[in-house]
């Protein structure tokens, strides 16, 4: 066997394992039994240590210098690519910060969730302190002189940098703070949706609406858990969705949502799997397909219609009037202070108050003691509105305790890839708002596949979206888009 | 650390991981999409890698060298027993034979299950004399100059030798033959239940019954696979059940069966979570839990009364005119070719019959182009009818093709040392009857779990049932309950 051929073997096993992990992800939201978790903990601590060790395995340095770059083709050289990305990270993080952060995250995850419960932040803040100081220093580690903030987002978006993402960023953040309050002072208040919505027949609808949506059941099953997510890569690609009997666009769009992120992974080439091309190529990629699934397609006018006549059936209404009153109540745009409850205006906004937050913490110009208070003022400044309690500010999402910083970006870069894509797929597919308007998202879904799925990690995430679109992403396709969306809705 | 600590500290580990292992089976049989079937399979192949390289680890050979056993209590010691017994044997045979088994059992599952479908004993027996000649091998390198078969045998049942399980055997044999055989000619003939058995009904009852036989719902969970089982140790064990709507009983007791191996694995020790100590001593034990639960206590007089009338009213009827009817229909003997659906008196007449045949072929007294006439011959001499199709003989069972051998006889043990449990329990569990009327196996289940199930592997196996009985293991007290429950059913 030649040196490429012995690492790609050794890289399959590992890619094995890491999926085996991720099975175990899933079982544990899904199906464990309750008095499982510390034994599942151990189980999971244990092939971690596996995965490690295979990660900065030293034979991957003595592959990778023995392989002849010029004899591979495209393909090939791609792979490398990503083992060699992988390797030099691991190589350059010390066993003992990793052994530490995944203590003190476990740990920061149990006091973050009691102090939301308690609305108490200096509960937190002490070990949050301590994720922050771990986190600076393994962002200095993997920098190797380079920016700290862009290591660590580098590992959710490979090639993007805190300064090309705060630039796009900051052009947007005026024009939806504008938007959001010329449709605060808007005349128009949609109805919301009101009803009873059995979760069998939500369960029903979801399933339907993944099914049109392309989602393939052979590889993959749908089940309920208390936070939606999709899991696996390959053949076996699983999605969760959840239920709530009085409000039934959650499930259906959380489906919708994690459908897209589904799709992804069942949409790359079968030649790639169990290799480091066989998954989505970055967070913000799979984001912009999870988004236009949800949004521009599920949220759209078109199938705004054909779900408002498909929930009569089911549930006997849903409280709109008519379809243009369902397309409203589904768009309504609504002041809050939760992100994962946020409309398509509101969204983005959180994610830049948070980008903006976690840059400064890592880049040591914030300090933990200092976080609520820049939360709170930058929160006023954009949503128009006082936080009231720490559980609807600081202490709401679960990432900083558990140590993602760079992640939050990736939801807006989503967005606006998302946006891009859009603009492609309307040009490529003018039979779309028909399709839709019959409950199906074929042939848009299978433009997708072939435009942004199909080469997995082929190409760079920047790349990926470019190749697909024509043109090199930007924020003017996703600030149109809502401009003319809520400009008609609100009429603005 | 001391060597002891550290070894632990491993084992830990691998045991961790041998859980992992268990679960993806798990949710192979149960929840996994079906066209992730091969991606499956490699996933388990990188983990059984990991697996084959730490149980053969070099570093274990190094801490049993330095650990001074003197020095540790009986526990401890149990420990050492355990991973020097599994690290020899794991020494002792060369990876290119594990491999070649591994491949040549994978591909003659798929032979066999065709030979079957097909009823072509020929299309089998070429990948069979391949795993034969294989496991041959094995036998001999795991005997180290010992006798053959019980190198095998030991995998299952640690300690117990062909003669010792023959000599048991042969004194059987004779006096279930002529027990079947007064069966046979007697005047009664039990009816068979009838009616309709909705699959939800019929899982109702599965998780009374598992709940009332002890069954830990925080620690495990019920699905339905094709063929049932149970998987897990600690504190996640799962079962599973069949179901099939015109017959009920299938379900019921394969549920109990299930519940007596899970009830074991929950039964186990605490302390004992995630090392050798922590799952069932061997395969004879846990199936004596499984076939008490099942047999002695499933299927005795006292809980069929409370199951006639609970059938009665989840299922408007079962066919049966009175409880003492329901009682000799769940309990009819009836000639038939499949062990699977054996009766308590014709089963250990199977086991019997592949034990003798599997250690003639390991011992190379009987060669796999003279197993099908050897198996048609044995057959008709102990069951009185002649084997009609391969399906209905020598093909029936998966376990040769897949390089089971020495397992078998662990069946008819089970059933051998669920005899002596049950004359001890009796004794110490003076309620027993009044219990199971009224449909619990509360304290008799209680009783199982202080003196079998606790001590996990702490003891031998054969230690294990004489500490719970009181006396040495042997087959006089199952002769005599069968004697006495068929005479009585059968007015002999």
Chains 1, 2 share one sequence.
């Not at 409309?343 to 890592?362: A, G, K, P, Q, S």
Request: charge should be negative; hydrophobic fraction near 40%; aromatic fraction near 8%.
């Amino acid at each position: 066997m030649s040196a490429f051929d012995e690492l790609m073997a050794f890289q399959r096993e590992t890619e094995a394992l890491g999926q085996v992990m991720g099975r175990l992800g899933w079982d544990q939201e899904t199906v464990m039994p309750r008095g499982a978790a510390q034994q599942r903990a151990d189980e999971m601590g244990a092939l971690e240590s596996v995965l490690h060790a295979r990660r900065s395995d030293p034979r991957i340095g003595d592959w990778l210098a023995a392989v002849d770059e010029g004899a591979l083709d495209d393909v090939a050289r791609a792979q490398i690519r990503h083992i060699r990305r992988s390797y030099t990270r691991a190589l350059r993080l010390p066993d003992r910060l990793s052994a530490e952060i995944a203590r003190v995250t476990s740990r920061a995850q149990g006091i973050w969730a009691e102090a939301r419960a308690a609305d108490d932040v200096l509960h937190f803040l002490p070990v949050l302190t301590e994720v922050v100081r771990l986190k600076r220093e393994e962002a200095a580690a993997l920098a190797g002189g380079g920016d700290a903030y862009d290591a660590l987002l580098d590992d959710y978006e490979p090639g993007a940098t805190a300064a090309g993402v705060g630039t796009i960023f900051d052009r947007m953040r005026p024009r939806l703070v504008e938007l959001r309050e010329r449709i605060m002072e808007a005349d128009r208040h949609p109805a919301v949706l009101s009803g009873r919505f059995p979760a069998e027949s939500q369960m029903i609808l979801a399933r339907e609406v993944a099914t049109h949506f392309g989602y393939d059941w052979r590889h993959g099953r749908l089940d309920q858990s208390v936070h939606p997510f999709t899991s696996g890569s390959g053949t076996d690609v699983r999605i969760t969705t959840r239920v709530d009997e009085v409000e039934p666009l959650g499930c259906l769009y959380s489906t919708l949502h994690e459908v897209g992120h589904g799709a992804y992974e069942q949409g790359i080439d079968p030649a790639y799997m169990l290799t480091p091309l066989g998954a989505g190529v970055s967070m913000g990629v799979h984001e912009s397909q999870s988004r236009i699934f949800e949004n521009q397609l599920g949220r759209s006018r078109a199938f705004c219609g054909w779900l408002y006549h498909r929930m009569s059936e089911l549930f006997g209404g849903s409280g709109a009037a008519d379809a243009d009153a369902f397309y409203a109540a589904v768009n309504r745009v609504h002041s809050g202070y939760i992100r994962t409850e946020a409309d398509e205006v509101h969204y983005n906004l959180h994610i830049m108050l948070r980008f903006d937050l976690e840059r400064d913490l890592i880049a040591g110009r914030l300090e933990v003691a200092d976080l609520e208070e820049a939360w709170n003022a930058r929160f006023e400044a954009d949503f128009g509105v006082a936080v009231d309690k720490p559980s609807n500010g600081v202490l709401q999402d679960v990432h900083w305790s558990v140590g993602l910083f760079g992640y939050f970006p990736t939801y807006a870069l989503g967005n606006v890839y998302a946006g891009c894509l859009f603009t492609a797929l309307r040009t490529d597919v003018p039979t779309l708002d028909d399709d839709l308007a019959r409950g199906h998202a074929e042939p848009a879904t299978a433009w997708l596949r072939e435009h942004v799925q199909c080469p997995g990690g082929l190409y760079t995430p920047a790349e990926t979206i470019e190749r697909a679109c024509g043109f090199a992403p930007h924020e003017g396709p996703l600030l149109e888009y809502l401009d003319a969306k809520f400009g008609a809705l609100y009429a603005l």
